[in-house]
C-alpha cells in the first residue's frame, strides 16, 4: 500500500527548532515531487513548502520563508522539514502529502506544539 | 500570491439534496484548481483536479466546473458521508494557496 508516515511533531518552545519527517513507501519517491501542508487547530488548511523530485528546487509560503528548510533523501525515501526560529502561529498538524500540483496521498499528519 | 476565496463559509443541506459550493480566485488560475474533501481528525482527500477532473475513485455525484477565477463543486444528491468541509487549492502559481473552506453540514 502507497503510504506516507510523518514524525518528529513535539511541544517546543518560541524560538526553537524541530525536524520534521515523512516516510514513504510503497512507490518511488525519487520519480515524485513532495509537499509540505499544515492545518492549525480548528482551521483551515495551509499550504507550506514543496520539493522538486530531484531536491534541485523548492517553494515557500510567505509565512516560513527564511525559517523553514524542506529537503529530501531519495536514497532513504524520506522528506523533511526543517523549522527554525518557530512561533506560537507555527503551531499546527503538519501533513506530508505526494506531489507538487495535485495531492493524491496524504500522511496522517504529526503535531507540532509551540508554546512556553 | 493568490488568494482563494469559498462561499458560503457553512452551507446546511439535507440527505439526498443539491449542493453548490462556490471558490474564486483574486487572479485567474486557467484551469489549475482542485477540491478537496476532509472529515475530523482525517487527511484531506483530493475530489477534483483540473477544475473538472474526478480523482480515482470520487464518486459520479461529485462535479466541478468553471476556469479563470469561478469555479464550483457541485454534489448532485448528497449521502450521509458527504458531510464535510471542502477546500478549494490552486496549482497556477507559486507559492500554491488553499481555500479558507466550506462547512457543508446536516441540517
Known amino acids: 500500500e502507497v503510504q506516507l508516515v510523518e514524525s518528529g511533531g513535539d511541544l517546543v518552545q518560541p524560538g526553537g527548532s524541530l525536524r520534521l519527517s515523512c516516510a514513504a513507501s510503497?512507490?518511488?519517491?525519487?520519480?515524485?515531487?513532495m509537499t509540505w501542508v499544515r492545518q492549525a487547530p480548528g482551521k483551515g488548511l495551509e499550504w507550506v513548502s514543496a520539493?522538486?523530485?530531484?531536491?534541485?528546487?523548492?517553494y515557500y509560503s510567505d509565512s516560513v520563508k527564511g525559517r523553514f528548510t524542506i529537503s529530501r533523501d531519495n536514497s532513504k525515501s524520506t522528506l523533511y522539514l526543517q523549522m527554525n526560529s518557530l512561533r506560537a502561529e507555527d503551531t499546527a498538524v503538519y501533513y506530508c502529502?505526494?506531489?507538487?500540483?495535485?495531492?493524491?496521498?496524504w500522511g496522517q499528519g504529526t503535531m507540532v506544539t509551540v508554546s512556553s | 500570491e493568490i488568494v482563494l476565496t469559498q462561499s458560503p463559509a457553512t452551507l446546511s443541506l439535507s440527505p439526498g439534496e443539491r449542493a453548490t459550493l462556490s471558490c474564486r480566485a483574486s487572479?485567474?488560475?486557467?484551469?489549475?484548481l482542485a477540491w478537496y474533501q476532509q472529515k475530523p481528525d482525517q487527511a484531506p482527500r483530493l475530489l477534483i483536479y483540473?477544475?473538472?477532473n474526478r480523482a480515482t475513485g470520487i464518486p459520479a455525484r461529485f462535479s466541478g466546473s468553471g476556469s479563470g477565477t469561478d469555479f464550483t463543486l457541485t454534489i448532485s444528491s448528497l449521502e450521509p458521508e458527504d458531510f464535510a468541509v471542502y477546500y478549494c487549492?490552486?496549482?497556477?502559481?507559486?507559492?500554491?494557496?488553499f481555500g479558507q473552506g466550506t462547512k457543508l453540514e446536516i441540517k
Open positions: 510503497e512507490f518511488t519517491f525519487s520519480n515524485y515531487a
Open positions: 520539493i522538486i523530485p530531484s531536491g534541485g528546487s523548492t
Open positions: 487572479q485567474s488560475v486557467s484551469s489549475y
Open positions: 483540473d477544475a473538472s
Open positions: 487549492h490552486q496549482r497556477s502559481n507559486w507559492p500554491r494557496t
Open positions: 502529502a505526494r506531489g507538487q500540483n495535485y495531492y493524491e496521498i
